[in-house]
């Protein structure tokens, strides 16, 4: 069976895409505590990684790094959000894909700490 959202093609699907990926972004900013955090340290990592970066890889790899912990939060939210409208009781399964969530974003933010401790330090 088909879902009945899908069927939009062309310009009107990507112009719908463009509006819910919107959507999304902005609802996580407004409810996702830790991703406002995120983006905070991004506004800020960004220009840093292009003024401390010596070489256009290194500028990539220091920016991709933290725009990982961004992708990694958004997949973490709707995880949780998920989660939450399956059921609010607890559950072992529950707390599990909540905590491997979770534990993907540490990896995600090891992962950046990693990479520019290795290009600034290295």
């Known amino acids: 069976m088909e879902s009945p959202f899908k069927g939009k093609t062309g310009l009107r699907r990507i112009l719908n895409a463009a509006h819910y ?14 991703f406002r955090q995120e983006i905070w340290l991004t ?23 933290v725009v990982l912990v961004l992708v990694v939060e958004l997949l973490n ?5 998920t989660v939450d409208r399956v059921s609010l009781e607890r559950h072992e399964l529950a707390k599990r894909a909540k905590d491997v969530g979770s534990a993907a974003v540490l990896v995600a933010l090891l992962n950046a700490a990693v990479v520019w401790g290795l290009l600034l330090f290295g």
């Open 21 to 34: 990926s919107a959507d999304g972004l902005r609802a996580a900013y407004r409810h996702e505590d830790a």
């Open 43 to 65: 506004l800020v990592a960004v220009p840093l990684a292009l003024w401390l970066g010596d070489t256009a890889v290194e500028r990539a790899l220091m920016i991709a790094s």
């Open 77 to 81: 939210s709707a995880v949780e959000a």
